[in-house]
């Protein structure tokens, strides 16, 4: 399944974000931003389940990142 992630950081940590996203299996591509998100991350994993544990067990533990919003792709 393939999510598009987008993160909100703390100031200027947007690179650093950036080189820890790449470094995760399931992140195929990362992006930095310019508006209200500041980092763009493709990802793609088996379900919804590995989603919820990669978000919480890898995302929402980088210390940098201050909020996120996950969009599914439906198609």
């Known amino acids: 399944m393939l999510a598009y992630v987008l993160l909100g950081v703390n100031p200027n940590t947007e690179e650093k974000v ?3 996203l790449q470094k995760f299996s399931e ?3 990362v992006n930095l931003l310019f508006g209200s998100w500041d980092v763009m991350a493709q990802v793609e994993v088996q379900s919804v ?3 919820n544990d990669f978000m ?3 995302i929402r533990k980088i ?3 201050t909020l996120t919003a996950t969009m599914v792709v439906a198609k």
């Open 63 to 65: 210390p940098e990142v």
């Open 18 to 20: 950036y080189k820890k």
């Open 56 to 58: 919480i067990d890898k």
């Open 27 to 29: 992140v195929k591509s």
């Open 49 to 51: 389940a590995s989603l």
